[in-house]
């Protein structure tokens, strides 16, 4: 890994998802880009979905001085010991959507997002600009839900889809890399024929072909996907949730519908995302 990038609008919850960054970039050796949105009262339009980040000449002096006071801000946060040896790259500019149209210029590895905050920040996990990064990256993307310190996650839920379309590979997390074992959360609708056995026979079948003997499925029923995978997580005490997508295509496979947007709008715990090739 080495960008992880991160937006944020200096509001509490956008500055713990620059700690955790700093956290992964010193444990990775990673450089971090830290993309900030002026947001001010003066310009309240900024948060919309206008992208041509021009302004007319009566609001140019507001956000000059808007961006003057938070790259000032910006640079005083970065003073502190926290972020002392890591490579840290600021882009400040007007609109999310701006932000959203060039994420693929940055060739992050890692997004790191929160969900709460001022209102344009917010604009990043809901509704259409969630499935925007989504779609725009072929990185994972990690949201925050509240701050969390430190960000050691040790119960790991990964959601998959058990059937014969299953991926050649699961790309496994970067979080996980040392972890004893895998624990894999299969939602089972009450209208699938299939019985709990041919699940698992499946499951073991897909293992064998990855090699992979440290595994645990956990299968639970409900008829919405998304309702199982949080009930389950809280159930579980699990403190990350992880969610497959396929990259540029939406929310397919085991995501069908809203299954993603809806746990990233109803999680309290950090939701990571990542994208099948």
Not at 138 to 162: G, Y
Not at 178 to 190: A, N
Not at 216 to 222: A, E, G, K, S
Request: aromatic fraction near 8%.
């Amino acid at each position: 890994m080495k960008t992880i990038l991160v937006p944020t609008d200096l509001s509490p919850i956008s500055l713990q998802a620059l700690e955790t960054a700093a956290e992964l970039a010193r444990t990775y050796s990673a450089r971090i880009l830290l993309l900030h949105t002026v947001i001010d009262e003066d310009l309240t339009y900024l948060s919309s979905a206008d992208s041509t980040l021009k302004f007319s000449d009566d609001l140019l002096p507001a956000f000059k001085k808007a961006r003057h006071r938070d790259e000032a801000q910006l640079k005083a946060l970065l003073s502190d010991p926290l972020y002392q040896g890591i490579e840290i790259q600021i882009e400040v500019g007007k609109t999310l959507k701006g932000f959203l149209d060039c994420l693929s210029d940055y060739n992050p590895d890692l997004i790191i997002m929160a969900s709460e905050g001022a209102s344009g920040l917010k604009a990043w996990t809901e509704g259409s600009h969630a499935e925007a990064v989504m779609r725009q990256t072929s990185c994972p993307v990690l949201i925050l839900k509240e701050p969390i310190k430190p960000f050691h996650p040790e119960r790991i839920i990964t959601a998959i889809d058990v059937d014969n379309r299953m991926p050649t590979a699961l790309p496994k997390p970067f979080l996980m890399g040392s972890r004893e074992w895998d624990d894999y959360l299969f939602v089972m609708k009450p209208f699938d024929p299939r019985s709990e056995e041919e699940i698992k026979q499946l499951m073991t079948a897909w293992a064998e072909n990855q090699l992979l003997d440290t595994y645990r499925l956990h299968i639970t029923r409900h008829s919405s996907s998304a309702t199982g995978i949080l009930e389950y997580a809280a159930e579980v005490s699990a403190d990350l949730v992880v969610l497959f997508t396929h990259a540029r295509k939406g929310i397919q496979h085991f995501l069908y519908g809203s299954v993603a947007e809806s746990v990233l709008n109803r999680a309290e715990l950090p939701v990571l995302i990542i994208h099948l090739s």
